[in-house]
């Protein structure tokens, strides 16, 4: 299964990185998710339970999470439930309208005789849904963030 969002956000690409990595932040501000459990934590590399919903229903995961600054990119490797193994990476490219965020979501089923079902449950209705909500949320913040620098 792969799946990838995208967006255009408006606002500093070191910004937009660092909210990306700042965990604790995101249930402040995006409203699905419910809350980010450190297990482990570093400037560079944490391990987390990460909850958040989808249409009301509740799901959540375990995640080691990587921050390469050098690179700009944060990485997240799941490490328990239905998405184990999964891989997930979130780059951030500068481009004429603004900076392109993207969300790559990486799993290789381990049945392969589930793995239409499981694409269309876990990928679509799941991951890409959430994936968007976290995009469009992400977005409005740093943007208005930048906008009140701004002024």
Known sequence: MNKINSIIMRAPKRSIFETVANL????KIL???RYIRYLERSPDRNVVVMAATRSGI???WTSEQIIDRENFEVRFHHLKAFTK???VIWTFQETAPGVLVEIAHDLQFRMNLFAP???KIIGDFF???IAYKTLRCMKAHVEA???TAAT
């Open 127 to 129: 991951i890409h849904n």
């Open 85 to 87: 193994g999964m891989r």
């Open 145 to 147: 963030k930048a906008n």
């Open 31 to 33: 409203p699905h998710y």
């Open 24 to 27: 604790e932040l995101w249930p």
């Open 117 to 119: 079902i499981a694409d």
């Open 58 to 60: 509740p799901i959540s």
